[in-house]
Nanobody, 117 residues
Framework: QVQLVESGGGLVQAGGSLRLSCVVS????????MGWYRQAPGKQRDVVAT???????NYAEFLKGRFTISRDNANNTVSLQMNSLKPEDTAVYYC???????????WGQGTQVTVSS
């Protein structure tokens, strides 16, 4: 079993920054993909950024370089540094870890990010 606990959400003005963190615990071994997703009210959950256990990184194109994903393997933490925030970034942000070879995926409880104009 795998558990994920997110932190770092909050209210920020447009142009500001926030850093989200997700501590992952449990059976974390083998190839896996950690990622951040977001879901705005009335919309589907979309991928924001992912990082594999091998270090490969992908970002959603709409970010245009504003966000940075990173991982600390020693502490089993994946973080998302969000800069130049816009009101349209307002959403609940979810941490995810996916194990393709196991066919399993786990989600955190989500953390609210609100960007005021």
């Amino acid at each position: 079993q795998v558990q994920l606990v997110e932190s770092g959400g909050g209210l920020v003005q447009a142009g500001g920054s926030l850093r989200l963190s997700c501590v992952v615990s449990g059976s974390i071994f083998g190839y896996h993909i950690m990622g951040w997703y977001r879901q705005a009210p009335g919309k589907q959950r979309d991928v924001v950024a992912t990082i594999t256990s091998a270090g490969g990184i992908n970002y959603a194109e709409f970010l245009k370089g504003r966000f940075t994903i990173s991982r600390d393997n020693a502490n089993n933490t994946v973080s998302l540094q969000m800069n130049s925030l816009k009101p349209e970034d307002t959403a609940v942000y979810y941490c995810n870890v996916n194990f393709p070879t196991r066919g399993s995926s786990y989600w955190g409880q989500g953390t609210q990010v609100t960007v005021s104009s």
